[in-house]
């Protein structure tokens, strides 16, 4: 049997906590409804789960041990490492079409922008 567990690369803000706006290195904010449940059906699917975020990945694994969720991350990185899919507030998927691909990007707005 393999141990190759298929990795899942999960954005901190705007997707774990509630980002609505940068407020600080130490501001990481609350957890997003929902969060949690996520994390643990990806740990229990069998992936492998990397927070990605331009935050001090010390302070996010501290933020995660505080809502006792850090046994359900593998690590966490400052970069985007290679993963079979990224979940991302800030994430265009393009599906071959470069004009659809243009007018999405073009009116882009994160969910936690729209007004």
Same mark, same amino acid.
């Given at each position: 049997m393999s141990d190759y567990k298929p990795r899942i690369c999960v954005d901190f803000d705007g997707v774990l906590?509630?980002?609505?706006?940068?407020?600080?290195?130490?501001?990481?904010?609350?957890?997003?409804?929902?969060?949690?449940?996520? @994390?643990?059906? #990806?740990?229990? &699917?069998?992936? %492998?789960?990397?927070?990605?975020?331009?935050?001090?990945?010390? @302070?996010?694994? #501290?933020?995660? &041990?505080?809502? %006792?969720i850090d046994g359900l991350v593998d690590d966490v990185t400052g970069s985007k490492p290679p993963a079979?899919?990224?979940?991302?507030?800030?994430a265009i998927c393009h599906r071959g079409d470069f004009n659809l691909t243009f007018s999405v990007l073009d009116g882009f707005k994160a969910h936690w922008e729209a007004s």
């Open positions: 906590n509630d980002y609505s706006g940068w407020k600080g290195e130490t501001e990481l904010g609350e957890l997003a409804p929902g969060a949690s449940d996520f @994390l643990f059906r #990806l740990m229990q &699917a069998g992936y %492998e789960v990397v927070i990605f975020t331009t935050r001090n990945p010390a @302070l996010v694994w #501290l933020w995660l &041990a505080e809502r %006792e079979k899919v990224y979940v991302d507030d800030r």
